[in-house]
C-alpha cells in the first residue's frame, strides 16, 4: 500500500512562486508513474502535470505549461511540483497520485490507484 503526503501548499500574492511536495511511502513507489490534479470549489479535479517513473518524461496541460515543472527525486521517493507565476485560476486543492499510469493515460484519474490528502493553494490578487 502506497502512502502520499503533500506539503507546501499556502497563500500566495500574484505572480508568486510556490513549490509543492509529495512524499511516498510504501510499495514500489519508484516504479509508478506520480502525478498532480487540482481541484477548485464547484469544478471537477483537473490533471495538471505528471511524470512516469525514471523521471524521463513529464507531461503539462496547457494552462500550466511553462509556469510549473514537476521533477522527482527517486532516492528520497519525493515528487516536486514548482509553480511560478502563480495566478488566482491556480487557486484550488493540489493531489498527488502514484499508478501505472502510461503515456496515453497521464492525464486521466482512473490510471491512478493511490491518492494524498490534498494541500490547499491560494492565490490572492
Known amino acids: 500500500q502506497v502512502q502520499l503526503v503533500e506539503s507546501g501548499g499556502g497563500l500566495v500574492q500574484v505572480g508568486d512562486s510556490l513549490k509543492l511536495s509529495c512524499a511516498a511511502s510504501?510499495?514500489?513507489?519508484?516504479?509508478?508513474?506520480m502525478s498532480w490534479f487540482r481541484q477548485s470549489p464547484g469544478k471537477e479535479r483537473e490533471f495538471v502535470a505528471a511524470i512516469r517513473p525514471s523521471g524521463g518524461s513529464t507531461y503539462y496541460a496547457d494552462s500550466v505549461k511553462g509556469r510549473f515543472s514537476i521533477s522527482r527525486d527517486r532516492a528520497r521517493s519525493v515528487i516536486y511540483l514548482q509553480m511560478n507565476s502563480l495566478q488566482p485560476e491556480d487557486t484550488a486543492v493540489y493531489y498527488c497520485a502514484a499508478g501505472r499510469a502510461i503515456t496515453s493515460t497521464v492525464a486521466t484519474q482512473r490510471a491512478y490507484n493511490y491518492w494524498g490528502q490534498g494541500t490547499q493553494v491560494t492565490v490572492s490578487s
Open positions: 510504501g510499495g514500489a513507489v519508484n516504479s509508478y508513474s
